[in-house]
């Protein structure tokens, strides 16, 4: 659960490329499961690890990175969808706490979290240097989870829908300083990009093997299907996209190990890989004919799961626009 936190703060001292083999491993073989983990790795803990005080650190991320507790992160609202920044919750100073009003959107781990990182609005004239960052128990009058979301796929990994009515949080729980929000945002946003990534590929690696297992097991004509042309350039197909979402998001996890500038890359992965778990599911749903269409068999399930990827952590669409103003378009 702290596979890229320090020894220090409680977890493996791991990194990032380390960090997104588990993820994999784990997409292969239960979306959901992955999706929750990586929700809390890298959106719940990570930020507290990277932005916090030394005590925020010992109070808030040693018992996640130990696996004690579970993370989630509150940026998204009802209104808001790709463009995260317009936000309409507020946190007003008194004294020597904020008072926290607003709701928060598709929001996983939330119902089962022990901290949740919140964004908000602390000066609403300053555009993006208004937003600040705060750490919020869910156990604080206020802070109630109003809807548990029925989805198409991921249904082991809940998705709340949360609001806060005056949730006092006393000024220790403000993450870095006034302000600094949403520059965090973008900073965990391409740590979440490799992390969206590394499932995305798992998801396309447990359905290729689902669809390669069945197209040798599976007879038709007196031989088994994966001798048949068709079927046999699908398979070969799924392995080639997952071997270069691999391969992208590897180099996105490097990079971002070494210091560098990950934007353009964790984007591209996070496009390449979301896209072809989606391609590789169905296509394996296709290989089991009308069995794939059943839920006895895998392929459906990899599918749902395979289109959240699509989706979260920025859509398809909104990394094209990352990428292209990366490249100065």
């Not at 890229?4 to 997104?20: I, Q």
Request: proline letters at 3%.
């Amino acid at each position: 659960m702290g596979v890229p936190a320090p020894e220090a703060c409680g977890g493996a001292g791991g990194d990032y490329l380390m960090y997104a083999a588990v993820a994999e491993e784990l997409g292969r073989v239960s979306g959901a499961i992955g999706l929750s983990y990586v929700a809390h790795t890298s959106l719940g803990l990570m930020p507290i690890v990277k932005f916090g005080t030394e005590a925020q650190k010992e109070e808030w991320a040693r018992p996640l990175a130990r696996g004690e507790e579970m993370g989630a992160w509150a940026l998204t609202e009802p209104s808001s969808g790709s463009d995260a920044s317009d936000m309409d919750t507020v946190a007003e100073k008194d004294g020597d706490e904020y008072v926290i009003n607003g709701t928060k959107q598709f929001i996983t781990n939330a119902n089962v979290a022990n901290s949740v990182l919140v964004k908000a609005v602390t000066d609403a004239e300053a555009g993006y240097g208004g937003i600040s960052t705060f750490i919020v128990d869910p156990e604080q009058d206020g802070f109630e989870v109003v809807e548990v979301w029925d989805k198409m796929g991921l249904n082991a990994s809940p998705t709340c829908e949360i609001k806060l009515d005056n949730v006092r949080v006393p000024e220790d729980r403000l993450l870095g300083e006034e302000g600094d929000g949403w520059d965090q945002t973008k900073a965990t946003l391409d740590g979440g990009r490799i992390s969206i990534a590394a499932l995305s590929t798992g998801l396309a690696q447990g359905a290729f093997e689902a669809a390669r297992d069945y197209s040798t097991d599976r007879e038709q004509f007196g031989s088994p299907i994966s001798k048949f042309d068709a079927v046999r350039d699908m398979v070969v197909d799924m392995d080639r996209k997952i071997e270069r979402a691999r391969l992208l998001t590897q180099k996105a996890a490097t990079m971002y190990d070494e210091g560098g500038d990950v934007t353009r890359m964790s984007a591209l992965a996070k496009l390449d890989a979301s896209e072809a778990a989606r391609e590789v599911a169905e296509d394996a749903v296709q290989v089991h004919g009308g069995y794939g269409y059943t839920t006895d068999f895998a392929p459906q399930r990899f599918y749902r799961d395979a289109k959240l990827m699509e989706i979260g952590e920025g859509t398809s669409e909104i990394q094209h626009l990352v990428i292209g103003r990366e490249l100065g378009l």
